[in-house]
C-alpha cells in the first residue's frame, strides 16, 4: 500500500516536467498557465472507474493510466484542438500498492510523451475503488474550432479507422480469451487507444470538417449527437462501416450480426465528422498525406432519426444505441 | 436511480449558463474559453469520495455540491487568482436517485452563483461509491501569481477566520451530535466552507504575501509546505491560534488539548500566509477594509522545523501533524 505523501512525492519526481507555458506546475494549489495571445484555452474532464471502466486483475496498471489520458486527450482532438496540459486526480484504494501505483504513473508518463501534453497538477485521495481522473486543457484558434453542431443537410458523413474492435476485445477478455493471432490487436485496441490527434487537428486547421466528435459511445448514439441532437438526421449504409481485418475474422464467434458491435459497441475514440459534398476530393488528400484511413459512411439528412440502410437495398434495425452509464 | 442520458439532460437544462469567455460550453467534447491577453489560467482538480470525504447519509446533497466546489475554487483563492470556469465529472452509484441528483446540481448551482464561476463541461460515470470531481479554471495576471514558496526569514505568518471549527464539527457528528446551540454553527462551518477568495485576491493585488495555502489538511502539515518543503521552519504561538467562541465552547468535551484540533484538523479552508515584516501595518488595513479576521501567529525561521511556543515560555509537543489520505 502507497500512502498520499509517497505517492505525491512520486508524482512530482516521476511526472514534474516544466514545458513551455507551464509558469506553476505540479505541487502547488493550481497549475498557472499562460496561452498565446488569441487562442482558446479547451478544457474536458473524463474519469476511469474499477469495475466500470476496467477490471483492476485484467488491465495493466501501465494501460490503465496511458489509456485515461488518451480517453481524455482524444475530446480535445475533435475539437481540432492541441492538447497542452493535464490534471490528474487519483483515488486510491487499499488494494493499490506502490508498485502498481508506479505503473499507472509510468503509463500516465507514456501518455504524455506520446500526446505531448505536459502535466501541471492533481491530486490523491482515498476510495473505495480505484478511479483516476484526468482533465486536459488544449488550445485551439477561435475560428477553427470544431463543434458537435455544424453539420448540413447533405453533408458527408465520415469516420477514420475502423469501429468495433475495442468493444470486440473486450468480449474476447471477458470469455477469458486471447487465443488467436488475431485477438492481440483487438485487446491492444481496447487497452491502448489511439485518439486522432493529428486528423482532427488537420481537419480543423483546413476548416474541412462542419461537426466532429469521437466515438466513445458507439457510431450510432455518437452519430446522434452530431445530428439529431440539433434537428437532423442521418442515413448510413452498413457495407460502409469500415471493420478491420481482425475484427472481420473474429466478430462470427461473439455476434451473430457483424455490424451491432461494429456500430454500437463504443470506446474507439475514431473521429466521426461531417463535410461539405463540394470538398470531398480535400478529405481524400487529407487521408493519404497523413496515411490515416477516412471512410465515407453515409450523408446528413433533414429528418431527425438515423436510418442504417444497405447498399443492397433494405434498411437494418439495429439491436441497441451505444453505451449508457446506469442504464438498466 | 437516474441513468446517464437524463443527467446529462438536467445538468444542461440547471447549470448551463452562458457568461462572458464561454465560447463553448456544456454539452461539447469540451470547453472552449477565452482569456484576456496577459493573463494566466490558472487550473485545479478536487473529489470529494462517498465514506472518505463524507457519509452519503449525514451531509445533505445540497451542501455536498456546494463544497465539492468551495474546496476546489479555494486553490484558486490561495494563488491569488480569480475562479472562472469548472467542470464537475460526477460518478453516480446505483443508490443515487434523480432527486439525490438534483440537489446536488443545486448544490453546485448555488456554489457557481456565490463563487461567481461558471460551469462549463464535465462528464457522468457510473461508480460503485458516489464521487464528485471538480476541476477549476481560474485567471491571474503573471506578476500577481502567489505560490506556496517564496516567504524568507523573518517574514510574519498569518492565519484568517479561525481553525479547528470544521474538525470539531465533524466530530460531534459522529457522535452524533448537535444537541447545543454552538454545534450548528460547528457543523455549518465543516458542511459549508467559506473559501477566503476575496481576501486571497487582495492580498495578491498588493503583492502583500511572499507565500500563501489554504488550510486543507491542518495549520502544522500546511505550514510545513509553505516552510519546511522550502528549507525555512516556522515559530508559532500557541496562544495566538484563532479559534471561535463555539470551538472555545465545546471543544474540552472532545479533546483534553484545546489546540490539537485547531492546529491538526484540516478541512478549514482558511489562508495561511507570510508577509515581509515592513509590511505589518497593511494587513491590519486590509483585514478591516474586508472584515476578515486576520490574526498573526508567528514568523519565519531559517532552520527547516515547525517549532509551537507558549507566549509564556516553553515549547508544545504536537500530538499529530494532519490529515493524510490512505496513512494508516
Redesign the interface.
Known amino acids: ?5 509517497s ?1 505525491l512525492r512520486r508524482i512530482k519526481e516521476r511526472l514534474n516536467y516544466i514545458g513551455k507555458g507551464v ?2 506546475g505540479i ?9 498565446e ?1 488569441n487562442s ?8 476511469q ?5 476496467f477490471l483492476k486483475e485484467k488491465i495493466s496498471p501501465k494501460d490503465l493510466g496511458r489509456r485515461a489520458l488518451a480517453v481524455a486527450v482524444s ?2 482532438g ?2 481540432g ?1 492541441v492538447p497542452r ?1 493535464f ?3 487519483i ?2 484504494s ?1 488494494c493499490v500498492d506502490s508498485d502498481f501505483f508506479e505503473c499507472i504513473l509510468e503509463g500516465l508518463a507514456l501518455g504524455s510523451e506520446e500526446f505531448k501534453v505536459i502535466p ?10 480505484l ?1 483516476i ?1 484526468i ?4 488550445e ?1 484558434e ?1 475560428e477553427l ?1 470544431v ?2 453542431k455544424g453539420a448540413r443537410e447533405g453533408d458527408i458523413i465520415y469516420l477514420s479507422g475502423t469501429v468495433g474492435d475495442s468493444a470486440l476485445g473486450l468480449r474476447i477478455l471477458k470469455r477469458g480469451g486471447n487465443t488467436l493471432e488475431e485477438d492481440s490487436f483487438l485487446i491492444e485496441r481496447h487497452y491502448r487507444p489511439s485518439p486522432r490527434l493529428v486528423l482532427g487537428r488537420e481537419l480543423a486547421k483546413r476548416r474541412l470538417a462542419t461537426s466532429m ?2 466515438v466513445s459511445d458507439g457510431v450510432i448514439l455518437d452519430l446522434e449527437r452530431i445530428t439529431v441532437e440539433h434537428g437532423l438526421g442521418a442515413c448510413i449504409y452498413i457495407e460502409k462501416i469500415p471493420l478491420s481485418y481482425c475484427y472481420r475474422k473474429r466478430v462470427s464467434d461473439f455476434a451473430p450480426d457483424p455490424y451491432e458491435l461494429a456500430l454500437s459497441g463504443g470506446e474507439d475514440y475514431e473521429l466521426l465528422f461531417t463535410v461539405s459534398k463540394e470538398r470531398q476530393k480535400e478529405i481524400e488528400f487529407v487521408s493519404r498525406m497523413l496515411g490515416i484511413q477516412v471512410s465515407e459512411i453515409g450523408y446528413v439528412t433533414g429528418e431527425p432519426s438515423i436510418s442504417v440502410l444497405s447498399l443492397h437495398g433494405g434498411e437494418k434495425r439495429i439491436p441497441y444505441k451505444g453505451f ?5
Not at 500500500?1 to 505523501?5: A, F, G, Q, S, Y
Not at 472507474?49 to 471502466?53: G, K, L, N, R, Y
Not at 449508457?324 to 438498466?328: E, G
Request: proline share 1%.
Open positions: 500500500m502507497i500512502d498520499e505523501l505517492a509558469v506553476v505541487g502547488d494549489d493550481a497549475a498557472a498557465l499562460s496561452t495571445h482558446l484555452v479547451l478544457a474536458t474532464t473524463d474519469s472507474v474499477e469495475d466500470v471502466h475530446d480535445i475533435a475539437m484542438g496540459f490534471l490528474s486526480c483515488g486510491l487499499d501541471v497538477g492533481g491530486n490523491i485521495t482515498s476510495s473505495g475503488k478511479f481522473n482533465t486536459v486543457l488544449g485551439v477561435p474550432v463543434r458537435r466528435i469521437d449508457i452509464h446506469l442504464r438498466k
